[in-house]
């Protein structure tokens, strides 16, 4: 089975503060992408990334930026952590090539920014 | 751009009622179409999907037919669980894109 792991479930962070959430696959897939859950807005994605070193902007990529060295990790970084940005993070990845629209999630990322 | 539009929930059913969550789409030419759900503490899964006009997904008792007509692709169970409580997304993907369109989400609960 795919597995999708989000370094940790529950994060508190102050305003300003670096954040980083990681996030690591173990099925060699080609695309991973970072989205934001919120009530009433459902999934919106910030960035993705189609291969090692790429990356492509989502619908909301301000206040964030991603990083892909190797590629099973997808870190996603906020550089000063904003009240705004407190939320449910989920990372997901996906085979590639040709596009099947299977993507395997991860458990989420609560992060809460005070 | 593309759109997905979802029945506002919350949809809370008693246990072997019948489910419809309603789902319409918008979007340029011809979409492959997406039911996931999320259990509650767990990440979204497949539930559920097609590729063109007139598939039928199914999976764990539950079925969604890809309509062109009427842009639709409707969620539907005869009897639902009480394990079937969860967040339940509708979600398009187009032109060999893996970067999913998501709907926002409708949760249903079910009552023993």
């Known amino acids: 089975d795919v597995k999708v792991t989000q370094s940790s479930r529950y994060l508190v962070k102050r305003t300003g503060e670096k954040v980083f959430l990681e996030c690591v696959q173990d099925?060699?897939?080609?695309?991973m992408f970072w989205y934001r859950q919120d009530p009433g807005l459902g999934l919106r994605l910030i960035y993705f990334?189609?291969?090692?070193?790429?990356?492509e902007k989502g619908d909301i990529p301000e206040g964030y930026s991603v990083s892909r060295e190797k590629k099973e990790r997808f870190s996603l970084i906020l550089e000063s952590a904003s009240t705004n940005q407190t939320s449910m993070y989920l990372c997901?990845?996906?085979?590639?090539?040709?596009?099947?629209?299977?993507?395997?999630f991860g458990e989420g990322s609560r992060l809460t920014v005070l | 751009g593309d759109s997905v539009t979802q029945m506002e929930g919350p949809v809370t059913l008693s246990e072997e009622a019948f489910l419809t969550i309603n789902c319409t789409y918008t979007?340029?030419?011809?979409?492959?179409l997406f039911w996931y759900v999320q259990y509650p503490g767990e990440g979204l899964q497949l539930l559920l999907k097609?590729?063109?006009?007139?598939d039928k997904g199914s999976n764990k008792g539950f079925e969604a037919t890809y309509r062109k007509e009427t842009t639709s692709f409707h969620l539907e169970k005869g009897s639902v669980q009480v394990s079937d409580s969860a967040v339940y997304f509708c979600a398009l993907t187009q032109g060999g894109s893996e970067k999913l369109v998501f709907g926002k989400g409708t949760k249903l609960t079910v009552n023993p």
């Open positions: 097609a590729t063109k006009a007139d």
């Open positions: 979007a340029t030419g011809y979409p492959s």
């Open positions: 990334s189609y291969d090692v070193k790429m990356k």
């Open positions: 997901a990845s996906s085979l590639g090539q040709g596009g099947t629209g299977e993507l395997f």
């Open positions: 099925m060699d897939h080609e695309n």
